[in-house]
């Protein structure tokens, strides 16, 4: 939805298989100069 909607792009992708759980960090920019949303599934 993020990606084809928004235009936004994912950064960058962190599992966490131990605690069953991932984060996706996604954004129009650089993390250091652009918002970016984080999503947690």
């Known amino acids: 939805f993020y990606t084809e909607c ?6 960058r992708k ?3 298989p131990e ?3 991932s ?3 996604l ?3 650089p993390e250091e100069s652009s918002f970016v ?3 947690t599934y």
């Open 6 to 11: 928004f235009g936004m792009k994912l950064l």
């Open 19 to 21: 605690e069953k759980y």
């Open 14 to 16: 962190r599992d966490v």
């Open 27 to 29: 954004g129009f920019g």
């Open 23 to 25: 984060n996706a960090f």
């Open 37 to 39: 949303v984080e999503l």
